[in-house]
Each structure stands twice: as structure tokens, then as C-alpha cells.
């Protein structure tokens, strides 16, 4: 007697190929086999992808400490600014004060002068 074959012939027909597999003796063997490339096609992409992201990561790192170096460069210059600015108000401030107490009402223009010169070269 001769042997015959346990398994059974399978025909495949997909994405416009035609596959005949002969002797088949599980179609669990072919799931399996079909399961184990998706799963090895999912981790390539799946790590391309994380590499991808870690590249695309470090770009957008070296922009946003770019970005952060011109802003810290223009709050620099706008505090130096703002400083003078303040610091001539305040010195302004003082020369008024000095004015109004030291200069009185019945006082020459030429003495008021005097006076203001003196607050200015006091208050700087």
C-alpha cells in the first residue's frame, strides 16, 4: 500500500500572484508563518519610526534653543534699554525735586539758572 499524503494542496491567490503549496499539513502552520512576517514587518516600520522621531526630536531641539537664544538676545537689549530709560527718569526726578526746593519765587532768572545748573550737576 502505498502512502498517501496527509496534508492537502493549498492554492493561494493573492495580490495578483498565484501560489500552489503542495502537502500541506496545517493551515495553522501557514497562519503562523503569516502572522510571524506581519509581526517582523511591524517591528521594522515600528523602529524606523522611532528613529525617525528621535532625528525629527533633535531637530526641533536645536531650533527651539535657537529660537530661545534670539529671545533671550532681545529681553537683554529691551532690559538694557528700559534701564537707561529709568535711570534718566530717576535722574530727572531728582533734578525737579532739587529745583523746586532750592529755587524761590522771588528770585532772578539769572539766580534760577544758576540753580538749575547746580541741580543738574548734582543729580548725575
Known amino acids: 500500500m502505498a502512502e498517501e499524503p496527509n496534508?492537502?494542496?493549498l492554492g493561494i491567490d493573492a495580490f495578483g500572484a498565484k501560489v500552489?503549496?503542495?502537502?500541506v499539513k496545517s493551515l495553522n502552520t501557514i497562519l503562523t508563518f503569516f502572522v510571524a512576517v506581519n509581526v517582523a514587518v511591524m517591528v521594522v516600520?515600528?523602529?524606523?519610526?522611532?528613529?525617525?522621531?528621535?532625528?525629527?526630536?533633535k531637530e526641533i531641539a536645536?531650533?527651539?534653543?535657537?529660537?530661545?537664544?534670539?529671545?533671550?538676545?532681545?529681553?537683554r537689549e529691551t532690559n538694557k534699554e528700559?534701564?537707561?530709560i529709568l535711570k534718566e527718569l530717576s535722574q530727572g526726578i531728582r533734578e525737579q525735586n532739587c529745583i523746586t526746593v532750592r529755587v524761590q519765587p522771588g528770585m532772578t532768572p539769572q539766580q534760577r539758572a544758576e540753580e538749575a545748573q547746580?541741580?543738574?550737576?548734582i543729580t548725575r
Open 62 to 75: 536645536n531650533e527651539l534653543k535657537a529660537a530661545n537664544k534670539d529671545v533671550a538676545n532681545t529681553l
Open 118 to 121: 547746580f541741580c543738574k550737576r
Open 82 to 84: 528700559l534701564g537707561n
Open 20 to 23: 500552489n503549496l503542495k502537502n
Open 45 to 57: 516600520f515600528l523602529y524606523a519610526h522611532g528613529v525617525e522621531a528621535k532625528d525629527s526630536a
Open 7 to 9: 496534508g492537502a494542496d
